[in-house]
């Protein structure tokens, strides 16, 4: 099953890129992961793993996750090594101003081998998974527009007292 969701934040991709590959913040952005720790000796970039969780219903699913592409700034994508099988991938591009940033983030799971019964539960399981991804999106624009807002109201006031 393949879900998606996307949302223009009104802050530069540095700022959003931040968010999305500091693991610590995962569980205070990312709605429905209950889980979402480093389990290799990288925190971040190729290589890094994860140990997710997510509450699909009253299920906690997910696995261990490893990231496969990290092109700074604008894809940052991952497979799963156990568990559900899964990829995501978080994508930004730059709006023309450089001030806002166009984020989507992926995701594709199944249950494999498991035939038509995976099938339906991949099918009943989509639209939490879709309004999780959804959620996390609105959840990172608030924290990042939050955070711009903060710097450029630090920046003023350094300038006011100058």
Sequence with gaps: MRVAAAIDVAAPPQLVWDFVTDPA????????????????????GVGARYRTLMRVGSAEVGGL?????????RDLAWTSVTGI????????????????????????????????????AEQVAAPAVRENLRRSLQELRRQAEHEQARAAAATRRAAALR
Aim: hydrophobic content about 35%.
């Design 85 to 120: 099988d899964q990829r995501g991938r978080w994508r930004l591009r730059e709006r023309a101003d450089g001030a806002r940033t166009r984020v989507e983030l992926r995701l594709q799971y199944g249950v494999g081998g498991s035939g038509i019964v995976g099938w339906i």
């Design 65 to 73: 996750v490893e990231i496969v592409e990290c092109d700074a700034l």
């Design 25 to 44: 913040r995962y569980l205070h952005f990312m709605s429905g992961i209950t889980r979402w720790e480093v389990t290799s000796e990288q925190d971040r």
